[in-house]
């Protein structure tokens, strides 16, 4: 996992899963990364093949602290493989997460 | 199934287990995930079996109860033609399984694992065992081309045929081995039963049932203790020779002192022993149990604790079974059923004897009471035995010593039922067949005492006992107590109530007892009372008791309003009443009365 902080945008890479297993770690390692005056938050999911229920559950942890401490601050989800993104739109999800593909 | 033709498997299994760990989900997953592409099942199914089984498993690694940590999870998945099925085993307490789970509210940062795998699987099903619980999951597969069997309709009905054969023989082993263990349950537990109808043998059912217990639970020793009236643990039955265990406290005593059984019965939880917790060097357990394993269960039946049963087996072998300990706590539970119901029992029987006791005990004492009174010109005698319910020792007698003297006998035997009868009655036949002795009451009751010294105190009872000889020839009363109520006596002439403290102490006390005499002129008009503690200690609502006081006032009051022993007796019992309001007598309340009635002749003659 890479965490890049470049001032405005914090920008997560290289996960390659996000369950129970390494979730407590993803979320606690994010927030002690987060820089104050954060702009958003982008993370990068193209190398994600798995998101179980964990996995979900620290992205919200993640989303509701950054936007209580540091004001609406978008988390972006980018390039999820399809199965990962209909995981986020079984649960709705979808909608607190600004789903970003690009090419 | 020899003529089946060949072709390729038609129902694949993979199994696997891992530890209860989170960390070792991931690499299942990833095994699970190689397995099904290796049969060809297609990308979309394969996604949902490894999120259904990520979720199955993060659940079981994540409510495991503390003692099934060490047991893996196993992880079987069955890959047919049609359908993908994964089975999870959990050493959970079980979780409740809805039909539908509902989408937990968005912000929610847990409880999605339920959700996801109804959504993605076709069908859930958990089933919750004694020893373990298993989620079965199925996902049908998708009909494509790609799939590595052959299309041939034939072949794939059979395969069909034979995938659907290999999983319900797979059902069917795993109920018949589920029966197999809960008859054995139950046939032992009616075995049993049948046995406790035939004979009120406890003991000997508790150590058959629990024989078959060893058995069925594959342990090698038990120990069952129950509570005893002292309130310590005393060896019920065992399954070795018992005769050298000593009882074991418990509860706020037992402080310090180091059984696990004690510790069980106190706690009223399992205590578990074994390697890793060694029994105490002080416990009795140790000495015949070196190097065991195993708990110890309270035995109990809703909030009372009947005893412990501590079982076990050699440390060597590996602990018990979440499903031997079912077993184990269903036979606990079920003896716990036992024992209450034979205690019920005895204790019925048990009432039903005293009251027959209570029964012959009234009845010996309306037999020693005399049935007629003895005559004597000019004084008239009367008496009163009022008995309670529960039979105490209230005694009288009246003996015609001769025309012109009679004596008088109360008494009243400390002590209830039968023996306080049966002392009554002795006391009775030591005064009537020595009418010799009645010359001196004192002597009497130094000879009496003398006489039952030795049988009374064996059962640690007395008698107080007030004697009078009444003797008209001589105008007099000759008073002798034995630790008794104090005699009270009223005369024409004097205005106040006398009363004649017993200065002897009860019959049965001392074995060279002597003992005092008061004599007493018997003037015109006297009255005497004699009378047992049963009347002083009359109680009225507010729990007053009558008292003494109250006695020698009514005493004094009705000496002119009552001028016949019969009357007194009449008024007295009214007064009694009237203060208790009625209520049921608490002890047994008698009285004699002697009244110089010669006036009242004297006063007739004059009228007339």
Redesign the interface.
């Known amino acids: 996992m890479k965490i890049n902080d470049s001032g405005d945008i914090l920008t997560i890479s290289n996960i390659k ?1 996000l ?3 390494n979730s407590d770690m993803f979320r606690d390692e994010v927030r002690a990364a987060v820089p104050s005056g954060v702009k958003a938050i982008e993370i990068d999911l193209s190398d994600t093949d ?1 998101v ?3 996995g ?3 992205l ?2 993640l989303y ?1 602290f950054v936007n209580s401490r540091h004001g609406p601050v978008p988390v972006r989800l980018i390039n999820p493989t399809p ?1 990962i993104q209909q ?1 986020f739109e ?4 979808h ?2 997460f600004e789903i970003v593909k690009s090419e | 199934m020899s003529c089946l033709p060949r072709n390729p498997p038609a129902c694949v299994t993979f199994r696997t287990s891992l530890q209860c760990d ?5 690499p299942t ?1 990833l095994e699970l995930r190689e397995f099904l592409q290796e049969q060809g099942v297609g ?2 199914e394969i ?1 949902a079996c ?2 259904a089984l ?2 199955a ?2 659940n079981a ?2 409510n495991a109860t503390d003692e099934a940590r060490n047991n893996v999870i196993e992880v079987l998945a069955i890959c047919t033609p049609s359908k993908v099925e994964l089975h999870v085993s959990d050493h959970t307490p079980g979780f409740e399984w809805a039909d539908k789970v509902p ?2 509210a ?8 339920l ?2 795998i109804q ?2 699987m076709d069908t859930a099903n958990y089933f919750r065992g004694p020893d373990e619980n298993r989620l079965v999951m199925g996902k049908l597969r998708a009909p494509t081309g790609a799939s590595p069997l052959p299309a041939d309709g034939d072949d794939l009905r059979v395969a069909d045929l034979r995938s659907r054969l290999a999983e319900s023989q797979q059902a069917l082993t795993e109920m018949a081995r589920e029966l197999c263990f809960r008859s054995e349950t139950l046939a032992a537990i009616c075995r049993c039963s049948a046995d406790l109808g035939r004979s009120n043998d406890l003991k000997g059912f508790a150590q058959r049932l629990l024989d078959d217990l060893l058995h069925i639970a594959a342990a090698e020793w038990f120990v069952v203790r129950t509570i005893n009236p002292a309130n310590q643990l005393s060896v019920f039955v065992a399954s070795i020779d018992h005769a050298s265990f000593a009882d074991v406290p418990f509860g706020p005593e037992a402080r310090g002192i180091i059984s696990l059984e004690a510790q069980s019965a106190a706690s009223c939880e399992d205590v578990e022993f074994g390697p890793e917790r060694p029994l105490a060097p002080e416990d009795p357990l140790l000495a015949h149990f070196a190097d065991a394993c195993g708990f110890i269960h309270p035995i109990r039946m809703d909030q009372t604790l009947i005893g412990t049963m501590a079982i076990g087996r050699s440390a060597t072998d590996s602990g018990f079974s979440i499903r031997q300990r079912e077993v184990i706590r269903t036979f606990a539970d079920f003896l716990a059923i036992q024992v209450l119901n034979a205690r019920l029992q005895e204790q019925q029987l048990s009432n039903r004897l005293v009251s027959h006791e209570l029964e012959i005990a009234r009845g010996i004492q309306r037999s020693l009471l005399p049935k007629t009174l003895p005559q004597l010109r000019g004084f008239g005698l009367a008496a009163s035995c009022e008995t309670a319910r529960q039979v105490g020792g209230d005694f009288y007698d009246l003996l015609q010593i001769s025309p012109t003297s009679v004596l008088l006998v109360i008494a009243d035997v400390m002590g209830k039922g039968v023996p306080a009868a049966l002392f009554a009655a002795l006391l009775r036949s030591a005064v009537r067949a020595n009418p010799e002795w009645s010359s001196s009451p004192a002597e009497m009751l130094t000879r009496i005492n003398h006489l039952l010294f030795q049988d009374l105190s064996r059962v640690n009872m007395f008698i107080t006992a007030q004697i009078v000889l009444l003797d008209l020839e001589r105008r007099r009363a000759v008073v002798g107590g034995a630790g008794h109520c104090p005699l009270l006596f009223a005369t024409a002439g004097s205005k106040h109530i006398n009363a004649v403290a017993s200065q002897g102490m009860p019959l049965g006390i001392v074995r060279k007892a002597s003992f005092e005499e008061t004599v007493i002129v018997l003037e015109p008009g006297s009255r005497l009372l004699l009378y047992t503690d049963g009347v002083t200690e009359s109680r009225n609502a507010a729990g007053e008791p009558f008292g003494q006081e109250r006695l020698e006032s009514w005493l004094a009051a009705s000496w002119k309003s009552a001028n016949s022993a019969e009357a007194l007796k009449t008024t007295l019992m009214a007064t009694l009443n009237k203060f208790e309001s009625n209520s049921p007598l608490s002890d047994d309340r008698t009285f004699l009365i002697a009244a110089d009635e010669h006036q009242n002749a004297t006063q007739a003659l004059k009228i007339k």
């Open positions: 899963e369950a129970a297993g798995f179980d229920s964990c979900l559950g620290a919200i942890s509701k199965s995981i079984l649960t709705r999800l909608r607190i | 989170l960390s070792e989900v991931t997953r990308q979309e996604s490894e999120l990520a979720e498993c993060n690694v994540q989408l937990p968005i912000e929610a940062e847990h409880g999605r694992g959700f996801f959504s993605c």
